[in-house]
């Protein structure tokens, strides 16, 4: 059986332990050299790189995220441990972990490292897809003969490149199609590297939970168990007219990925539609003071996102859960694109003015959409505001000294609230 060792890159038959170094991290499987769709994934991304520039967290566990109001944008392998998870609101985090360390994101400092390893994947192959800062598609069909090594060779020569010169770590998932390659990448995290062959597709997912699904989530699952679906067994037993009518679309994508079918194709470049951030509160609030903080931070972390991807966005988005549930959605059309916070934070406040007596409130959230290319953002200004100009050279400034000195260098009153 083919095998590669992930320490040294040493490929071999079959073999508990590397014959060249004697490291036990070895990969086998019947299929290791022919597959070519790989998925990879850092490993708790944010908090890695927290922890490589602040040593002294190496062992302590670290939640990136708001107050204690907020939710928990990704947390460190030592809290997850403890049952911390992304989206979890932040007191229920630090109820279930008192002794963590909680840092506000620096999502430039995350952005350049993210350009870093992206930088190698384009070294492999120029088909990469990228699904955020810290994930991305490859296809590598083709590229044996460029790179004189099959693909899950140089797959592991990408997550030890990572680990040694950029001091991050990354989970691969090598599969057949997109489907299977994301699944794979999430079987053996943190620093994992997972295969699926062609092979023993059907027999893999058979007794595996639907919810593997990329994209199903609490109303999709619980649509599918009223249906009777849990598993990829219980999927597979449905007959696709069926599925179609129940489900729609979606239905026939379910008879599908059933069987492991997925033919998508990795898309390089695929565009960004949306950049949005979203917050939950412990209690429901109807208080414009608090509101206007929540709008203002994030609205800075939309611009920051939308600066670290070279992006601006055309319409300005807010939205609103009530204590029912009941979502309320107000965007607005700019005369120009913006990545500017000040712009965003000014634009959401308005709409926010327009539905403030709906409240109490569970959730608020502001985005960017039509999202484009920064080239043309916030070039031609407001003539209805004439300070919007100089707000906007001030913050560009603010982002020079925060890149210098660290996100808390410099902070508005308005986001203590």
Request: with cysteine; charged share 30%; hydrophobic share 40%.
């Amino acid at each position: 059986m083919p095998a590669l060792c992930r320490d040294c890159l040493t490929t071999f038959d079959d073999a508990q332990r590397c014959p060249s170094c004697g490291s036990p991290r070895v990969l086998r499987h019947p299929e290791l050299f022919d597959l070519t769709i790989a998925h990879m994934d850092c490993d708790a991304f944010y908090a890695s790189v927290e922890k490589r520039d602040n040593p002294e967290l190496a062992d302590k566990p670290v939640i990136i995220g708001g107050g204690k109001r907020g939710v928990v944008s990704t947390a460190c392998y030592v809290a997850r441990i403890r049952g911390v998870r992304s989206a979890m609101p932040m007191f229920q985090a630090l109820k279930l972990c008192p002794d963590a360390v909680v840092i506000r994101p620096r999502m430039s400092v995350y952005a350049e490292v993210s350009k870093q390893i992206r930088a190698m994947m384009d070294a492999l192959t120029p088909v990469v897809e990228p699904l955020s800062l810290d994930e991305a598609f490859m296809d590598l069909t083709g590229t044996e003969k460029l790179h004189g090594a099959p693909p899950a060779v140089m797959l592991a020569r990408l997550v030890k490149r990572m680990k040694d010169e950029l001091g991050v770590t990354g989970s691969v998932g090598l599969s057949h199609n997109k489907f299977l390659a994301k699944v794979a990448s999430d079987l053996d995290k943190p620093r994992g590297f997972s295969v699926i062959g062609k092979a023993e597709t059907e027999a893999f997912l058979h007794d595996q939970p639907v919810r593997l699904i990329w994209g199903v989530g609490a109303a999709a699952q619980a649509s599918l168990d009223k249906a009777g679906i849990r598993t990829f067994a219980d999927l597979k037993r449905w007959d696709r007219r069926d599925l179609e009518a129940r489900f729609g679309t979606f239905g026939y994508r379910l008879w599908h990925l059933a069987r492991g079918q997925d033919r998508r194709r990795v898309s390089p470049n695929a565009p960004v539609k949306s950049i949005s951030k979203e917050t939950t509160f412990f209690e429901d609030t109807a208080s414009t003071e608090l509101l206007d903080g929540h709008i203002w931070r994030l609205s800075e972390q939309v611009a920051d996102r939308a600066k670290a991807k070279g992006k601006a966005g055309r319409v300005v988005v807010l939205k609103l859960k009530r204590a029912d549930h009941s979502l309320i959605s107000r965007r607005v059309s700019l005369s120009d694109p913006t990545q500017i916070a000040d712009r965003i934070y000014r634009t959401a406040r308005g709409l926010y003015d327009q539905v403030a007596g709906q409240g109490p409130f569970r959730l608020i959230g502001v985005g960017l959409s039509e999202v484009v290319p920064d080239e043309a953002a916030d070039i031609t200004g407001d003539l209805l505001d004439p300070g919007a100009g100089q707000r906007a050279k001030a913050e560009r400034a603010t982002d020079a000294i925060r890149k210098k000195f660290g996100s808390d260098a410099i902070l508005k009153g308005r986001s203590l609230r």
